[in-house]
């Protein structure tokens, strides 16, 4: 069973530019989260994807967004980076299934914004 | 309604002590309590679970305490070691479990 992983691990960009993220989920996990860790902060929740689709959106804008695709991996893309998205990406991959809520996370993409 | 509280902020045990983290909500919708444990540079590592209609859960060194009137949870951690060292997070996530949402983190410093 192999775990979940992210690329790249760590990334630099200049503010207005556009991040794109990667995670490869937990082998027979069908559903994506994606979290943005501020430093010294817990993991806020930015999205989940399940079956290709959108399932749910935490409080942040529209140029955020995402892709989960039909080997269940997926991407977080970020337009127009400002200074604040600066923060580790966690993905965490679970299990669509009545009574699982587990979710496993990722090791992270540390964003930096210049 | 969404927010997770969470305290101390810090913690420092010596070895062999116990550690208790404490973590309160107020969503009745929350269904599913896990605790996540994090080192530097590293993903949340999930420790243990429990859902409410239990009021304790143990896992070796590990147990969560789970009052569901008080809407108050707790993670104890026995016989700590220096390896225990680390950042931990509570969270919850509702009976529709689409999200967590984590609490603000116990950095924990375990003295040898």
């Known amino acids: 069973e192999t775990g979940v992983t992210q690329s790249p691990t760590h990334l630099i960009k200049t503010r207005g530019q556009q991040v794109t993220l990667r995670c490869s989920s937990q082998?027979?996990?069908?559903?994506v989260s994606w979290y943005q860790q501020a430093l010294g902060q817990g993991p806020q929740f930015i999205f989940q994807?399940?079956?290709?689709?959108?399932?749910g959106r935490g409080n942040f804008p529209p140029r955020f967004s995402g892709l989960q695709f039909p080997n269940y991996s997926s991407e977080l893309n970020v337009n127009a980076l400002e200074l604040d998205d600066s923060a580790l990406y966690l993905c965490?991959?679970?299990?669509?299934?009545?009574?699982?809520?587990?979710?496993?996370f990722g090791p992270g993409t540390r964003l930096t914004v210049t | 309604q969404q927010q997770v509280k969470q305290s101390p902020q810090s913690l420092i045990v010596q070895k062999g002590g116990i550690s208790i983290i404490n973590c309160a909500y107020e969503?009745?919708?929350?269904?599913?309590f896990p605790w996540y444990q994090q080192f530097p540079g590293k993903g949340p590592a999930l420790l243990i679970a429990?859902?409410?209609?239990?009021s304790e859960k143990k896992e070796g060194r590990f147990t969560i305490s789970f009052n569901k009137s008080a809407k108050q949870f707790s993670l104890h951690i026995m016989d700590s070691q220096p390896g225990d060292s680390a950042t931990y997070f509570c969270?919850?996530?509702?009976?529709?479990?689409?999200?967590?949402?984590f609490g603000p983190g116990t950095r924990l410093s375990v003295l040898p």
């Open positions: 965490a991959s679970s299990l669509d299934r009545e009574g699982s809520y587990e979710q496993y």
């Open positions: 082998s027979g996990h069908n559903t």
């Open positions: 994807y399940y079956r290709e689709e959108e399932n």
């Open positions: 969503n009745t919708a929350f269904d599913y």
């Open positions: 429990i859902r409410p209609d239990v």
């Open positions: 969270a919850a996530t509702p009976w529709y479990g689409q999200n967590f949402v």
